[in-house]
């Protein structure tokens, strides 16, 4: 059974996810350094072979952002059709993937990664793509996504959610209904409790 | 104050419903301890050494009689019997079982109160000024904006999980009560010159391991603003913040890395966007809040009481507590009372259920039925008649809650410490009374005069030890526990960080070296001048030469 909500549903997953190989013995990680550097201390990133060596299949995939970099052309046609999903890492500055990407809503579904539950990033995220970079399209959390995330991924403007494999995403389902009237306005509801009622 | 309304009722009522699954998910092995440790401390609920321990928000320190005495059932049913008050004007239960938590919320939520975002890596209880409302230095009363801030940093869907914890604090007077210097953000709310309220914005204060206090990143903020420029600092914080070293998380360290220029540029640059978003206050909605805040309905008293006169000129022991816990009122006539809950030799803070009933009727009797709980760990009465005045006193010397030694140097604020805390390196409960035994003597404690000396079991500075005139730090050197001294800390809007005198003592040397920094303080000072003021004049070498040389004796 699928662990993918969409749109207060469960359905199926037509994406494949494309991971680039392991290479050997060596991942990268990025060491502490200047302040820059802060958000990329210690997370994974692809080296160059292992980006070259990531073998893409036909169909709908969800690539990720520096495979998708060196795929560019490649990958156009495939973009326009529909067929391709860019996956970006909460580690990765989102400014700069828009910068490169141009138009994001050439994209059919956006998919933001996160390694840990307690990484909140992909909030701040969610919101920059629906709020100032005007996203339309899908946009999906995945990795360690687990129910007590969902109402606020879906307040900060996920509408899909990949469910950890362990996981029940049927459980999850009712997650998305924990509160009724939040009091903040947010990606999904704008407008604060007391813009919206008479208080 | 703030009274709940269908929409505030229902959020808390959910957040029972949602806790409760939580804790049945664990219980059945469905979560792991580290998922469920993040949900659990986003409702206050920590695994301690003896039990878990359960913080109840008490926003920006204000309780009604009805939901202090709730709190003295919750403390008498579901735990020993007695509650602490901690340094974030909340109220913690030493002894809950993890089980009882969701019926003890549901509890809680019976009188509008919960435990949301009581600890965890999230924004925290707003704090303020005790006497806000009463002060008679008080430009603007922050209770509303306090409110308005609670509501929406509640279940910020952005900032759920953000690198680390995340305090504000609101402050409306020409003195500073509320520490803002030492929070993550603080606002300082003052009337600009075309009269208008407006916002001083400091960011990246905090205590803790790295004492820093903050810096102002804004001179001047219409209050209008004070969320959406609020998201903007969070919201930089929560993208760069350092999320691989819990020590280095909070926003402080950000803000040095960067620097304050580069900080703010970026600031300034996201607020662009959410600027005038639909988070930004109105008239209409600071109004609406602010009708709970409005002022008692006193009575048009004169500015003397003969009996409050006379009671103070034939009864010493009630003109000394006067001295101390009694407190300047805007409004004539009328007083604010600080209960103290450091009676020389019990655990600062600590309460009981049957003094939290005695306070509830007093707060009835003579209050308006309300208390505020001070970050000093003392509970107030914010608007008490003169004419009351002795009256209270005798109700509440009975109760053991009036120690006439508020701002003394057995006002100590101490954190659980070893006793409780899985965090602490050393106990500092025992400390704190050893201390308070040593200066028992009523005449030499009020001669000795203002005093803040502040006690934290660990480098995470729940003690506030920082800022503590004198602050005594618990250390573990090789699995025993020791004690660093710091004196020259302060609170207020001339804040400082104390500077440490040399190296650490023993629990038993503790009592001995407070009395010889007194010492040099009585043979120093001039007839003005408080310790802190002294400490400033003399620096730290006097102090730091009679402790040590003492030390050095007795050690020959």
Known sequence: MSNLIKDNAIVADEWTRVTPPTLGEETVRKQAGKVVLFKLTGEETFSAEQIAATKIPAGKVLVP?????????ALASRVSQGEVGLLVATHEAIEDVITEVKDINAFALVAVYVERFADGRIFTIG?????????????????????????????????????RADRSATEALASLKDFSEPYQGAVDIAQPAWRRTIR | M?????IDQQLVNERVAQ???QTNRYLAGELSEDEFRPLRLQNGLYIQRQAPMLRVAVPYGMLSSKQLRKLGDIAKKYDKGYGHFSTRQNLQLNWPKLEDVPEILAELATVEMHAIQTSGNCIRNITTDQFAGVAPDEVIDPRAMAEVMRQWSTFHPEFALLPRKFKIAVSGTEQDRAIVQAHDIGMEFYKDAKGETAIKVWVGGGLGRTPILGTVIREHLEWQHALTYCEAIIRVYNIHGRRDNAYKARIKILVKALGIEDFKQQVEAEWLYLKDNPNTITEAELARVGQHFEAMPYENLPAHDESFDSAIASNPAFAAWVKRCVHAHKQAGYRAVTLSLKPHGHAP?????????????????????????????NLILADVKLSDLFQLWEKAHAAGLATPNIGLLTDIICCPGGDFCSLANAKSIPIAEAIQMQFDNLDYLHDIGDLELNISGCMNACGHHHVGHIGILGVDKDGSEWYQVTIGGKQGNDASIGSVIGPSFSAEEMPGVVQRLIEVYIKERTPEERFIDTVRRIGVPPFKAHVYASKEATNV
């Open chain 1, 127 to 163: 919101n920059l793509l629906r709020t100032r970079y005007d996203f339309k399209n899908e946009l999906r959390a995945v990795g360690d996504v687990l129910r007590d995330q969902l109402f606020f991924l879906k307040r900060s403007g996920f509408n899909s959610y990949l469910i």
């Open chain 2, 19 to 21: 806790y409760r699954d």
């Open chain 1, 65 to 73: 952002f520096s495979v998708w970099c060196a795929n560019k052309d």
């Open chain 2, 349 to 377: 803070g600590d309460i009981t259920s049957a003094q939290m009933s005695v306070v509830a009727d007093l707060a009835d009797a003579y209050s308006f039925g309300e208390v505020r709980a001070s970050h000093e760990q």
């Open chain 2, 2 to 6: 703030y009274k709940y309304d269908a």
